[in-house]
């Protein structure tokens, strides 16, 4: 089965992988706090395809019963996509 021209389009290349997983790994070992910098140092970094690559890494923490570093980053990314307008904001119930 082939992918769909949208889904070649998402794939990202091993390159830009390798660039999020830098990235990730800095966000994990920086000091507590120092993440808005990092993430301002690293804008063109800031899309649909980091925020994919933390959830997967946040999955394989868990396996690894590393939950702490699996909460850290699905809060990042749930942050970016707020930011970068994926996150479907739900309207609170009156």
């Not at 590393?66 to 996150?87: C, D, M, P, T, W």
């Amino acid at each position: 089965m082939n992918p769909t021209p949208q889904q070649e389009q998402e794939q990202e290349s091993p390159e830009e992988v390798n660039k999020y997983f830098e990235l990730i790994d800095k966000l994990l070992n920086c000091p507590n706090g120092q993440e808005p910098e990092v993430l301002e140092d690293n804008l063109e970094l800031l899309d649909a395809g980091l925020i994919k690559t933390m959830l997967k890494v946040a999955a394989i923490f868990v396996h690894e019963d590393n939950s702490e570093g699996a909460e850290f980053l699905v809060h990042i990314a749930r942050e970016l996509s707020k930011q970068l307008g994926l996150y479907p904001e739900i309207p609170a119930k009156e």
